[in-house]
């Protein structure tokens, strides 16, 4: 599909950017330019969206923040004050309709920077949409499904070269996510998978994690409160960053196996409160 399906959603943005191109539509035939007012929608309805921003959606100069695309969930914790959307919704397609319109089939790049930040953030969302870029940007789907807590299973994440921050809080606070996804990559940067999991506490496998050069700060805090997680993931890195372990499975009560840590040369604060509250 060359669509995004949403069913029971308003579609906003926090403070409207009339430079994001975006079309809507019911019967995925007529379409209208989105003019970033919500739009109600009944229980059953679909809603088709899809955009041309080849450059990417201008939401975030992370220090003085914009306009950007959203659900219409409550992400009053971002500054941003709206009223929740109570219906769950199902998100169908590619991602990368919204960047690519018509034309999206063999896009795997993300042009600009957290061009998906916080997308579907505390909305009752239960299935994500495909996410196939393999070129990724800084921040690009941080908190993407952030406290999304209907939602049971991830997205595929193809890339196997990573970008800063871009992974961060991602699946933060997913309370019914039980599975997460595979995590091929083996080139990291800074802060990539940080909080990327914290507080899923259905959480029960972890994934694989191949790298064997870490990036500072790229798996902190990763699996925080993973409470259901009983086993670690192997770490073959032999090459460690500052603080790159750092509370990675804090408060990780039901783990009972700590992985093998391969490194004879360490860095700062590397390790440091990486079991913390493992009791």
Request: aromatic share 12%; proline share 6%.
């Amino acid at each position: 599909d060359s669509q995004i399906n949403l069913t029971s959603v308003n579609m906003e943005t926090g403070e409207a950017d009339t430079s994001v191109d975006l079309k809507h539509s019911k019967d995925g035939v007529t379409w209208t330019q989105y003019d970033f007012n919500p739009i109600p929608l009944a229980a059953g309805e679909t809603l088709y969206l899809k955009g041309n921003n080849e450059n990417g959606f201008s939401y975030l100069d992370m220090e003085i923040g914009g306009g950007r695309l959203c659900a219409f969930g409550d992400l009053s914790e971002f500054g941003i004050p709206n009223t929740p959307s109570t219906g769950k919704f199902e998100c169908h397609g590619n991602i990368m309709s919204l960047l690519y319109g018509d034309d999206f089939e063999d896009k795997t790049t993300i042009p600009s920077m957290a061009c998906f930040y916080g997308l579907f953030a505390v909305t009752p969302i239960t299935t994500a949409p495909e996410l196939p870029a393999t070129t990724l940007a800084k921040s690009c789907y941080t908190s993407m499904f952030y406290n999304c807590t209907s939602l049971t299973a991830a997205p595929e994440l193809p890339a196997t070269t990573l970008a800063e921050e871009c992974y961060v809080a991602m699946f933060a606070s997913c309370t019914s996510l039980t599975t997460a996804p595979e995590l091929p990559a083996t080139t990291l940067a800074s802060q990539c998978y940080y909080n990327m999991f914290k507080g899923c506490y259905k959480l029960t496998t972890a994934p694989e994690l191949p790298a064997t050069t870490l990036a500072d700060y790229c798996y902190g805090d990763m699996f925080g409160g993973c409470t259901s997680l009983t086993t670690a993931p192997e770490l073959p890195a032999t090459t460690l960053a500052k603080y790159c372990y750092s509370y990675m499975f804090c408060y990780c009560t039901s783990l009972t196996t700590a992985p093998e840590l391969l490194a004879t040369t360490l860095s700062d604060s590397c390790y440091g409160f990486m079991f913390e509250g493992c009791t």
